[in-house]
């Protein structure tokens, strides 16, 4: 099974962009979709983006759409997440999620049987 391990995380300003990345052990990593979910204190976690197993599919929540990309490197095993003209309302803990059933996007957490253990991102106003 696969292991993540999420990096990238901070403190950035309003319109400001950062880069996560998640790592991920083993030799299989092409044979999961991906997602990206997170947690504002207070509030349930939240779909953010996901992208399936060739990186040619990916999808996006409202939120976030036309502002972050996910986007996947194999030969790596590694998923990112850029996140640009980022906004307060973006302030939450952000993890990674891996799926090994099929090759379509979720965005349901209980679709992802495999989680990082977060990194936090804070947007100053």
């Known amino acids: 099974q696969v292991q993540l391990v999420e990096s990238g995380g901070g403190l950035v300003q309003a319109g400001g962009s950062l880069r996560l990345s998640c790592a991920a052990s083993g030799r299989t990593f092409s044979r999961y979709v991906m997602g990206w979910f997170r947690q504002a204190p207070g509030k349930e976690r939240e779909f953010v983006a996901a992208i399936t197993r060739s990186g040619l599919t990916t999808y996006y929540a409202d939120s976030v759409k036309g502002r972050f990309t996910i986007s996947r490197d194999n030969a790596k095993n590694t998923v990112y997440l850029q996140m640009n003209n980022l906004k307060p309302e973006d302030t939450a803990v952000y993890y990674c999620?891996?799926?090994?059933?099929?090759?379509?996007?979720?965005?349901?957490?209980?679709?992802?049987?495999?989680w990082g253990q977060g990194t936090q991102v804070t947007v100053s106003s």
């Open positions: 999620a891996a799926r090994s059933i099929g090759d379509n996007i979720v965005v349901t957490q209980a679709g992802y049987g495999t």
